[in-house]
C-alpha cells in the first residue's frame, strides 16, 4: 500500500528485536471478545485513480460558485483568492509541521502568526488579537464567556442582527455554563435596540455590523452604552473585507472583536474550515481564548517568536482554563496572512470598493422589478430584500435556472416570520452579466 | 588539438579549512526575515484589481478614514517572504516526527487535490439543498466509515477540532442526564490522572466537577478506584484508550460495565485511535461517545497548528442529542436537519455555523478509501510495530515507564536514567533537534516524571526508524557519558538557539507597533 | 513564620497576618510570570483558594493559610511578579490578612517542623 513503507522483510525483522511471534502478540491486552478477525465490512484498499473517480463523482453533483451567477452570503462569502496563496499552504513545511511547540525549529510558524495578529488588532482598530480561533461563530461564544468572566456578570444581550446561527451556537454553548441570553426580535436595522436591554446583569451586549440582513452601523453610542453600565460590547463581523472600507470595531468602542476571516485566503469550502478573528483591549489579554504568539530573544539575543501566555490554555490550567481549545486555524490562519499581505492597505480598500460597487449596482438592478423592495439602506456588500412571493421558494425556482440567487433568511431562522425575506451578496467576483441576468429571471419568475 | 574552452577553473575543492563567520550574518541557504511590517511596503500590493467606479460616499461617516496599517507585498516578494519562512520549519516531510499523542503520518497529496475539486471548495453552505447532494453525500459517506470503523450507529460531524469534540459528547450525554430527569443529581466527571488536559477543561467548561481517578503501577486505570467514585452523582467518565501512556486498557470492559451499571456515559478520548482502527471497534467495548481527531488518525494536515476536525461517534442512547446538522439520506436523496426539529428534536442544540469542516471531511475520506478496510488494519498494526521496535532498542539505555509487555502506538520513558547526569528531559529534547529530529513529546503525560512519549507512526520505513535510534542511543550514551554541555546548550545548530519564554510571558508582545512619529499606522 | 502543607507561610503581627508561598514553591514553579493577588476587602476561609501565581509551563492555586478579611495586597508584584523567585519569604509577600482566628495558626509547621516535611517529598 503506496502510504506504507514497512515491507514483511522489515515486519518480520523487527518483529525479531522485539521478542515478538507475531503482531497479535503486541496485541495481547486487548480483550479477545473484542478483537476483529479480520477487515471490517467496507471497500478494500485503492488506488489514486480509482479514489479520484468516486470523489469527482460525488463533486460533479455539486452546482459550484463560479459556474454560474452567485449571490450567496449570509456569513460566507466568495473572493478570488490569489494562486499563491493555495502555493504557499501546501510548502512542506508549512502543510506538515506542527504547534509551534518547540519554537528553535518553528519560527517559520510563529513569525507569521505574529504577522497575523498584528494585521487582525490593525484590522478590527483593536490593540490586540489572538492566533485565530475555529470561527467566527465559536469567536462570538467565546467572547460572551470571556465578557463573563472579566464583568462577572451573567448576561448577554443580542441583537436581532446577529446570524442565526452564531446565536445558537453561542447560546448552545453559554446556556450550558448558565450564563443567561435574551435575543431580540430579527430586524434589519435595530442594532442601538440592545441599548434599552441594558441591566446590572449584563456582562455585554452583542451587535453585528454589518449584520446579517447587511446593514452597517456606527456602533459609538452602543459602546458607550455599554460602558456607562459597566458592560462590554463584543462586536460581531462576518465578512472581513467589510474592515477594509467601514470604521473599524475598535474605533468604535469594540470591547471584544469576533469575526469570521473566511472572506481573505479561504474558499467557500462549503462551511469549513474557516478562520476565527479575535481581538480585544490591552487589559483584557490574560482572560482571551486560544493561542498568542509574543516576540522574545533566544540565548544568542536573536529576536524570534514564542507562544505565550500558555498557562491560559487547556494543557496547564486544566478545569481553570480559560476555554478547552486545543487548536487554532492554522493553514487557514496561514492563508489569510498571506492574502493580506499580498493585498496590502492599498488592495483591500481596492477590493472593498469593489465589492460596494457590485452591492450596489446588484441592490439597483433588483429595485427596478415590481414587487421587489429593498430592506437594507446603509450595506457594504449585501442586503436584504422582500420579495412578493416566499424567498425559499424563489431561489429554488432560480436554482432551475442555474442561478444561486441568495439565500432566504427563513433557512436561517424559519421561526422569525420573515419567509419573504432574501440575503443578497455581491463581490469583486460579481460580472455585470450576472447582475442582468439575475435580474432578468428573477423579474420573470415574480411576474409568473 | 581542437579549440578549446581556455577560461581555467578549478573543479575540485582547495584546502582551506577553517570557517569564519560571515560578513551579514546569512548562513547558506537559511536566510533571515524580517517581519513584512519592516519592509517598505505600506503603499504596495501584489493583487491587480479594476479601479472601482465608486468611492462610497453614499456611505458618509461610516467609511473607515484613517490608515489601517497593513503593508503589501508584490507577489515575488510575498513568495520569497513566506519562503524564507517556511524554512525555518520542521516538518513530517523532512523526518520522523515523533511527537507522542499527536500521530503525525504523512499527509497524502491526493486528499489536498480532492479537497481542492471546485465541486467541494467553490461550494456555498447555504446553496439549495438540491445543488449540493454530492456534498451531503460525501458527509454521509464518511460517517459510514466512521460509524462502521468504530461499530458505532450515530456520528455527530460538526465538531471543528478534538477538543471541540470533546465539548460536544460531554453536551450529549448532558442532554441525555437531563431528558431522563437525571442531571440534576449527577453533576460529576471521572478523569484519570493521565488525562490529557482537554478532558478536564471541558468537563469543567460543562458545568461537570471534576473527580480524579488514581492509576496502578502498570499505567492503568485503578478499576478499584473507579469503582469507589462511581455512584449516582456520577454524570460520565473520561477515558483515554489506549491511554496517554501508550498501553491498552485491559479492563476496559470491566470499565465500560461498571459505568453503565451506574448509569454514567462512557466518554473515550479518541486521540489515540491510530493504534486499534480496523483492529478493534470502540462500540465493542462498551463506549457511548468518542471524538475521532481527522488530523491524526486520519491524516489531514497538522497544518502547523490546524484546522482539525473532531467527529463524535454515539450510542444508540445518545444519538438522540447528537448536535445539528444532521445529514439525513432518504428516498428522495439527502438533505440536511438543521435545527431541533423532526428527528433531530432532541439535538442539544448547534456547535458552530454551518457544516463543519467540509474541507477536512474530503481529505479523510480520500484518505480512508484510499487505505480501505485492509489498508487501515495495517496502519494500526504498523504503527504498533514501530513504537514496540522502538521501545526494544532503546530499552536498555532509556528507562521506559512502563517496560512490562507491549506498548501501543507510542513508546514512554521517565526521565529516570538520566538520574545524576544534570541532564533533564528538555535539554535531552533541545539536543535531539541538533541531530536533525524534532523532540518527541515532552513532560506528558503528567503521571510520569520528565515524560519522554514517543510516537512514529505507520509511514515511517525501517531504515528512519533505524536512523532515528542510532541517533537517541548516541545522544543517550552522550548524556550517560557526562557530555552536559552537549545538552545544556542545545540547539546550537537550529535557526535559533532556546527563546527567553520568561520574558514573552512577564513582558508580552503580542503585535508590532509602529515606532514613535513614524508615519505607518497603528 | 509559620508553613502549610501546600507550601504556603504566614507570617502574624498582631492580628494582621502577611502570606506568600514558600521558598521551595517558587523553586519548584521556575520563573514566575504572573500574580493574581486577591482584592482588599475579600474575605477568604483557611484553605481555600485565595490567589494564583503563574510560571510559564503551570498555574498553581495559592491557598490562604488562615481565614479571615485581605487588607492589603500586593500590587506590585503585578509589575515585578520575579520578586517571588528572588524574595519569596519577604518581599514577595501576596497578601495580609486581618485574621478572624488566630488559634487557626497552631496548627501549621514551624520553620523545622517545614524543613522536615519537605525532607520527606
Known sequence: MRYLPLTPDDRTAMLAAIGAKSIDDLFVDVPEAARLDGPVDLPRVAGELEVERALSAMAAKNATAGAVPFFCGAGAYKHHVPATVDHIIQRSEFLTSYTPYQPEIAQGTLQYLYEFQTQVANLTGMPVANASLYDGSTAMAEGVLMATRVTRRNKAVISGGVHPHYVKATETVVHAVGVETEVLAAAIDAEAAVIDQIGPDTACVVVQTPNVFGTATDVTKIAEAAHAAGALLIVVVTEAVSMGLLKSPGEMGADIVAAEGQSIGN?????????????????????????????????????????????????????????????????????????????????????????????????????????????????????????????????????????????????????????????????????????????????????? | MSTMNTVGRPTAPNQVQTKPATLTGGRGLLQNEPLIFEGEGWGKTGVDLPEPRTDASDLGDLVRKDPIGLPGLSEPEAMRHYVRLSQKNHAIDLAIYPLGSCTMKHNPRLNEKMARLPGFSDIHPLQPISTVQGALELMDTLSHWLKTLTGMPAVALSPKAGAHGELCGLMAIRAAHEASGQHEKRRKVLVPTSAHGTNPATAAFVGYTVVEVAQTEDGRVDVADLASKLGDDVAAIMVTNPNTCGLFERDILEISRLTHEAGAYFYCDGANFNAIVGRVRPGDLGVDAMHINLHKTFSTPHGGGGPGAGPVVLSEALAPFAPAPWVVHDDNGYRLIEREEDEAEQAFGRLCAFQGQMGMYVRALSYMMSHGADGLRQVAEDAVLNANYIKARLGDLMSAAFPDGPCMHEALFDDEWLKGTDITTLDFAKAMIDEGFHPMTMYFPLVVHGAMLIEPTETESKAELDRFIEAMRLLAQAARAGDVDRFKGAPFHAPLRRLDETRAARSPVLRWTAPEGSNQAA | MKFTKDHEWVSLDGDIATVGISKHAADALGDVVFVEVPEVGKTVAKGASFAVVESVKAASDVYAPVSGEVVEANDALSTAPETVNSAPEADGWFAKIKVSDASELDALMDQAAYDAFLATL
Open chain 1, 267 to 448: 474558499a467557500l469550502n462549503f462551511g469549513g474550515p474557516y478562520v476565527g478573528l479575535f481581538a480585544t483591549r490591552e487589559k483584557l489579554i490574560r482572560q482571551m481564548p486560544g493561542r498568542l504568539t509574543g516576540e522574545t530573544v533566544d540565548a544568542d539575543g536573536e529576536r524570534g517568536f514564542v507562544l505565550t501566555l500558555s498557562t491560559r490554555e487547556q494543557h496547564i490550567r486544566r478545569d481553570k482554563a480559560t476555554s478547552n481549545i486545543c487548536t487554532n486555524s492554522g493553514l487557514c490562519t496561514l492563508a489569510f496572512t498571506i492574502h493580506m499581505s499580498l493585498l496590502g492597505e492599498t488592495g483591500l480598500r481596492k477590493l472593498a470598493l469593489l465589492n460596494h460597487e457590485k452591492a450596489v449596482a446588484t441592490r439597483d438592478a433588483l429595485a427596478a422589478i415590481p414587487g421587489v423592495e429593498i430592506l437594507t439602506d446603509r450595506f457594504f456588500n449585501e442586503f436584504a430584500v422582500r420579495l412578493p412571493k416566499n424567498a425559499a421558494e424563489v431561489v429554488d425556482t432560480l436554482a432551475g435556472h442555474h442561478i444561486l440567487a441568495g439565500v432566504p433568511y427563513s433557512r436561517l431562522a424559519p421561526e422569525a416570520g420573515m419567509d419573504d425575506v432574501l440575503l443578497v451578496a455581491a463581490t469583486e467576483t460579481t460580472l455585470d452579466h450576472d447582475i442582468k441576468f439575475l435580474a432578468t429571471v428573477l423579474a420573470k419568475v415574480l411576474a409568473a
